[in-house]
């Protein structure tokens, strides 16, 4: 099944007892309501956990060698871009390498050929699974009943539903396809 973003609110807004929004960038009050948290809440659910379906691998570029000073975990000897679509870095070509994630930045003592395993900020709704979509309806729901309603019960209620849902979710999802996250790289694996 394919959803839109309208069709995502209009889950979440069923969810609370709130009636139907024809489009989300509309311009009645629950329309922009819905348009204001949207994007947020996406990012959120999608950085929750890493979605098979929003599972990427890069090859990162390096930006600089020698020390690299990072707050959390000492020092690193390079860094490297993060891409643009990361939302959450989940393990590195060389899964028992350590690295820090520093802004937009991933800092590691990795020398060469680093790739990058992350939840990448999947936008095409057409690529959100069923469950990703009930979780995001869930999270929606918990926000819009106290920003539409104004009832703060509902929105624990909904609140505390969507987080005692989302183990249920993710281990749904994670058992949908068998690809976990690799601990090597083939290419590098070679070389050696």
């Known amino acids: 099944m394919s959803y839109s ?12 007892g709130v009636g139907r929004i024809a489009d989300i960038a509309g311009t009645t009050a629950v329309e922009r309501d819905c348009n204001a948290i949207f994007d947020h809440a996406r990012e959120e659910v999608l950085g929750g956990y890493h979605w098979g379906f929003a599972r990427k691998q890069a ?6 060698t020698g020390p690299v000073i990072t707050s959390d975990y000492g020092g690193y000897d390079y860094a490297y871009a993060l891409p643009a679509d990361c939302i959450r870095p989940l393990s590195l070509s060389d899964a028992t390498t350590q690295f820090s994630r520093e802004g937009d930045e991933i800092h590691c003592n990795l020398s060469e050929s680093v790739y990058l395993y992350y939840t990448a900020d999947i936008t095409d709704t057409a ?20 920003m539409v309603k104004k009832d703060k019960k509902m929105s624990q209620e909904t609140w505390d539903l969507y987080y005692a849902l989302l183990p249920q979710l993710e281990a749904d999802d994670s058992r949908s396809d068998n690809n976990d996250i690799p601990t090597s790289n083939p290419y590098v694996d070679a070389r050696n």
């Open 5 to 16: 973003e309208t069709s995502i609110c209009n889950l979440a807004l069923g969810l609370i």
């Open 59 to 64: 090859l990162l570029a390096q930006l600089a």
């Open 127 to 146: 690529k959100f699974t069923a469950k990703f979509v009930n979780a995001l309806a869930h999270r929606l729901a918990g926000q819009l009943a106290l």
